[in-house]
């Protein structure tokens, strides 16, 4: 079931905890978010909502909640009290994931939004981690220190398999069995190697630029070792 974690302060008593929506979220509301903080280790939710907060505030607990992994594939909601003047958007923000509406939380069209949200989310994947790098597979992008590198999917699934065995060659015919479902053959050994050569143009001048490697006549690695 799908779960969205609402922080509102000054939320009533009686309406603090857990509730199952007309939508079918189990919504959790809290009226300080330091509870919900204190376990972020350990529960994630698909959605995250922030009500009745300075931008400063929304930022503040965001930032917080990123300190944890999984916590970054979370999108979240960040309403604006229909009468604030103006639009300020948080530096947290990421368009391609969150939003940013006015309304109260017992607007019918913001508890809309929060279920259509909620049942997207993607709490529950993980980032793909080797060393210093991040995966990201849900937004196909790779974080190295300093930058974020965009990828296409199928980039993505490639370095996935990679980072998921650090520093281990991973045979041609393997990344095309999970990658593509299908048999290696010769056209599929060459599609590989534009896919292969495409990530490392990417990479180039980051300091992954050389940790994706060819093992000529097995396969290719990802040497963490090689960052600098």
Same mark, same amino acid.
């Given at each position: ?146 930058? $974020? ?7 993505? #699934?490639?370095? +996935?398999?990679? @980072?998921?065995?650090?520093? !281990?060659? /991973? =045979?041609?015919? $393997? ?7 299908? #048999?290696?053959? +010769?056209?599929? @050994?060459?599609?590989?190697? !534009?896919? /292969? =050569? ?31």
């Amino acid at each position: 079931m799908p779960t969205a974690l609402v922080i509102a302060p000054g939320t009533p008593p009686a309406l603090l905890g857990r509730a199952l929506s007309d939508g079918g979220v189990l919504v959790h509301r809290l009226a300080d978010p330091s509870p919900a903080l204190a376990a972020a280790a350990e529960t994630v939710y698909d959605l995250l909502v922030l009500c009745g907060l300075a931008v400063d505030q929304q930022q503040d607990i965001v930032s917080r909640f990123h300190l944890h992994r999984r916590w970054r594939l979370v999108p979240v909601l960040y309403t604006l009290h229909p009468a604030t003047p103006g639009i300020a958007i948080p530096g947290t923000f990421r368009p391609e994931m969150d939003a940013l509406v006015r309304g109260d939380y017992e607007d019918i069209a913001l508890q809309r939004r929060i279920t259509a949200m909620a049942r997207e989310g993607v709490a529950q994947a993980d980032l793909v981690v080797a060393g210093q790098f991040e995966l990201d597979p849900i937004r196909s992008v790779l974080r190295v220190p300093g930058s $974020e590198v965009g990828l296409t999917e199928r980039e993505a #699934e490639i370095l +996935a398999i990679l @980072l998921s065995h650090p520093n !281990r060659t /991973v =045979s041609a015919a $393997e990344i095309i069995e999970r990658g593509w479902g299908t #048999e290696a053959d +010769a056209r599929y @050994l060459q599609i590989l190697r !534009r896919h /292969v =050569s495409n990530i490392r143009r990417k990479l180039d001048r980051t300091p992954a630029a050389r940790s994706v490697r060819t093992v000529r006549g097995a396969g290719y690695r990802f040497d963490s070792r090689l960052a600098g």
